[in-house]
């Protein structure tokens, strides 16, 4: 039956915890250190984190800074040169992804070149503490940044969660940035406003003035227009008609007593007989 890691499940396992009272946990090597276990390379002695406390009778469990062994479970472990340092003496904050491969400051070489480099030179990811060359990272970048910066191995873009290893070869990330090209993309998109639709106007009332013109002729009849009184305020004049004759003033009106024949007045309240021929 294949052994397996205690830290990550997988088979392969070969590093025993080396408790005294005897312990039956195993660990990859790099799982070993995530874990916080206590690695000895001078006895090559391994502590899982429940017996790390048998490590403080042990000669190499000092801290390489304040020469103590301090809090064991603080205490960090270089896979280059072996020593031990606390988490506390170099300022930094231990988690599981920095414990895996650590090397210390004497001992860090850029991860692509796997050459040292100057600290003017290189970057020093937040996230597993390990460092990069300026110009071996891709995209290549001028200067350090003056924010916090991290490796492609633990930058994760904040809008689709996609690690740069897992974007296609047309998206590129910018080391300084929180979200990926393509979601940054996508966000300009979406902040420009888009141009509203184009609808035909209304056109504009026509304005009336004083004396209309009508365009065309209508079936509405015109009203007549009004006439002024003349010559009083109580009874109004009646209307002459331009094309009538006038009267001659030397002839008599005629007398609305005589009525022409046949169209004699009928007394009020009675009907008129009328002759049918």
């Not at 106007?201 to 004396?211: T, V």
Request: aromatic fraction near 4%.
């Amino acid at each position: 039956c294949p052994q397996k890691c205690e830290r990550c499940g997988r088979a392969g396992a070969t590093i025993p915890c080396r408790a005294a009272a005897g312990c039956s946990r195993l660990y990859h090597f790099p799982c070993a250190a995530a874990s916080g276990c206590f690695q000895s390379m001078k006895t090559l002695r391994l502590l899982c984190p429940e017996h790390v406390a048998e490590a403080v009778d042990m000669e190499d469990a000092r801290c390489s800074v304040c020469n103590r062994p301090g809090d064991l479970q603080d205490l960090v472990f270089c896979t280059s040169c072996g020593q031990h340092f606390h988490g506390a003496c170099l300022d930094i904050s231990l988690t599981p992804r920095k414990r895996s491969g650590w090397q210390c400051p004497e001992c860090r070489v850029c991860q692509t070149c796997r050459q040292p480099g100057q600290d003017s030179a290189m970057l020093v990811c937040e996230a597993c503490d390990k460092g990069y060359h300026t110009s071996c990272i891709e995209p290549a970048i001028q200067g350090l940044p003056t924010g916090s910066w991290k490796c492609k191995n633990c930058w994760v873009c904040s809008d689709c969660g996609r690690h740069p290893t897992g974007l296609g070869s047309s998206c590129q990330w910018s080391p300084g940035s929180a979200v990926c090209r393509d979601c940054q993309q996508r966000r300009a998109t979406a902040d420009v406003p888009t141009a509203p639709e184009h609808s035909p106007r209304p056109d504009p009332p026509a304005q009336m003035s004083e004396s209309p013109v009508p365009s065309e002729l209508t079936d509405a009849p015109m009203p007549p227009p009004e006439l002024e009184p003349v010559g009083g305020d109580e009874e109004t004049q009646p209307l002459v008609d331009p094309n009538e004759t006038p009267p001659d003033p030397s002839e008599a009106p005629p007398d609305p007593k005589e009525a022409p024949p046949g169209h004699a007045e009928s007394p009020p309240g009675e009907l008129a007989s009328v002759e049918v021929p």
